[in-house]
């Protein structure tokens, strides 16, 4: 008998995400706070649609949840609609939210009392590795849980590795948005840099991706960057909301990320020059900015 699946949330990454599975044989239900939304999923993929998370979840084996944030992921999660009220015993949620840590132990606790798996499993790849089903997985969980959920999991992934007990994939997300904040401001103070020298971008970029200082956000970004067109990714509202977290949880470990701090400060100007919504490369804008004041 096939397994089934419910998925919650079809955001620019869950839909893509639930379409993977259903098409991967796991017989999926989705719920949206929207239920347009939910319909039109229906319509591309097939499987079917329900009220409240709740009913999404009765009688699935993997729940998977994908929404915006700690508050976003409660409301789908618990009470009385709650994904886990409709959740059997021996079942596994999946949560795929970039959320705190906290609240990826929290639940771990409340599914574990109702014999419920619980794995906390952010992901990184962007919409483009949605769309395409080639995400990385970063998860934290009981080992048993995380190998039952890994085969529904690789529907929609190329990779993913348990890294620790629950709430270590968010913590992994955290060391991934890290570095990935870091690359992107230095990228932007070179670009800005060789523009301001009257260097050709392209060229200088095709010499020196061949070397150490080649990357990801080199290679899919630099084009769009020194072209100053910021549509393509992840929003800098959304890099915040994760910085923030980064940066609460080192408080309570005493850890020093001066140039995540420094780097959230300067998405913070972004947001004020109206940038919310433009991918995180817009950096490059804020520096484009401060030199015409001082010009």
Same mark, same amino acid.
């Given at each position: 008998?096939?397994?089934?699946?419910?998925?919650?949330?079809?955001g620019?990454?869950?839909?893509?995400?639930?379409g993977?599975?259903?098409?991967?044989?796991?017989?999926?239900?989705?719920?949206?706070?929207?239920?347009?939304?939910?319909?039109?999923?229906?319509?591309?993929?097939?499987?079917k649609s329900?009220a409240?998370?709740?009913?999404?979840?009765?009688?699935?084996?993997?729940?998977?949840?994908?929404?915006? /944030?700690?508050?976003?992921?409660?409301? #789908? @999660?618990l !009470?009385?609609?709650? $994904? &886990?009220?409709?959740?059997? *015993?021996?079942?596994?949620?999946?949560?795929?939210?970039?959320?705190?840590?906290?609240?990826?132990?929290e639940?771990?606790?409340?599914?574990?009392?109702?014999?419920?798996?619980?794995?906390?499993?952010?992901?990184?790849g962007?919409?483009?590795?949605?769309e395409?089903g080639?995400l990385?997985?970063?998860?934290?969980?009981?080992?048993?849980?995380?190998e039952?959920?890994?085969?529904?999991?690789?529907s929609?992934?190329?990779?993913?590795e348990?890294?620790?007990?629950?709430?270590?994939?968010?913590?992994a997300?955290?060391v /991934?948005?890290?570095?990935?904040?870091? #690359? @992107?401001q !230095?990228?932007?103070? $070179? &670009?800005?840099?060789?523009? *301001?020298?009257?260097?050709?971008?392209r060229?200088?970029?095709?010499t020196i991706?061949?070397?150490?200082?080649?990357s990801?956000?080199?290679?899919?970004?630099?084009?769009t960057m020194l072209?100053?067109?910021?549509?393509?990714?992840?929003?800098?509202?959304?890099?915040?909301?994760d910085?923030g977290?980064?940066?609460d949880?080192?408080?309570r470990?005493q850890?020093?990320?001066?140039?995540t701090?420094?780097v959230?400060q300067?998405?913070?100007?972004?947001?004020?020059?109206g940038?919310?919504?433009w991918?995180?490369?817009?950096?490059?804008?804020r520096?484009?900015?401060?030199k015409?004041?001082?010009?």
């Open positions: 008998m096939a397994q089934t699946a419910a998925f919650i949330g079809l620019v990454m869950g839909y893509p995400m639930a993977f599975l259903q098409q991967k044989g796991f017989a999926t239900t989705v719920y949206n706070r929207s239920a347009a939304k939910a319909e039109s999923w229906v319509k591309d993929h097939g499987g329900a409240t998370p709740r009913q999404a979840a009765e009688g699935a084996d993997f729940v998977m949840v994908c929404v915006g /944030n700690d508050d976003d992921l409660r409301s #789908v @999660v !009470g009385d609609d709650g $994904a &886990l009220a409709g959740m059997k *015993s021996g079942a596994v949620l999946v949560d795929h939210t970039t959320a705190s840590a906290d609240v990826a132990r639940i771990a606790t409340l599914a574990a009392a109702k014999g419920i798996g619980f794995v906390d499993g952010p992901v990184s962007g919409q483009a590795g949605a395409n080639v990385t997985v970063m998860c934290g969980g009981a080992e048993k849980d995380y039952t959920a890994k085969p529904a999991i690789m929609y992934a190329r990779a993913c348990l890294l620790g007990e629950a709430g270590s994939g968010q913590l997300k955290m /991934n948005q890290i570095c990935i904040a870091g #690359v @992107v !230095g990228l932007s103070e $070179a &670009l800005h840099f060789a523009q *301001s020298a009257g260097l050709d971008g060229r200088v970029v095709d991706s061949k070397g150490a200082a080649q990801w956000q080199m290679e899919n970004r630099y084009e072209d100053d067109k910021f549509e393509f990714g992840f929003a800098v509202d959304w890099m915040r909301k910085l977290m980064c940066l949880e080192a408080k470990m850890v020093s990320l001066p140039m701090a420094l959230d300067f998405y913070g100007d972004v947001q004020a020059m940038g919310s919504r991918d995180t490369s817009s950096l490059i804008r520096l484009r900015q401060l015409k004041s001082h010009g």
